[in-house]
């Protein structure tokens, strides 16, 4: 079995920042592949960053130059520095990570169960 846990959301002014970390934990051969999901209140599901085992990055327009995402692969875990938050920010984050769980098997994606960012005043 493989966990995800989120932490590091929560109220924040509009202009500031938040730095969410996320712990890839059980059974990993290797993890892959890690991402940065947000679901706003009535909006689908839509990707924020990702960040490759290499440390190649990719950003959704809305954030780019906002956030950073950076992983830490000895500790199995990924971040998402948000800064010069806005309103329309507030959504729910979800870690997700591609992980092969023994060389044997294809790889999977996982999820986290999300941590919840406010921006507001």
């Known amino acids: 079995q493989v966990q995800l846990v989120e932490s590091g959301g929560g109220l924040v002014q509009p202009g500031g920042s938040l730095r969410l970390s996320c712990t890839a934990s059980?059974?990993?051969?290797?993890?892959?592949?890690m991402y940065w999901d947000r679901q706003a209140p009535g909006k689908e599901r839509e990707l924020v960053a990702n960040i490759t085992f290499g440390g190649s990055t990719n950003y959704a327009d809305s954030v780019k130059g906002r956030f950073t995402v950076s992983r830490d692969n000895a500790k199995n875990m990924v971040y998402l520095q948000m800064n010069s938050l806005k309103p329309e920010d507030t959504a729910v984050y979800y870690c997700?990570?591609?992980?092969?769980?023994?060389?044997?098997?294809?790889?999977?994606?996982?999820w986290g169960q999300g941590t919840q960012v406010t921006v507001s005043s």
């Open positions: 997700n990570a591609n992980v092969r769980r023994t060389p044997w098997v294809p790889s999977r994606l996982y």
């Open positions: 059980g059974s990993i051969f290797s993890l892959n592949t």
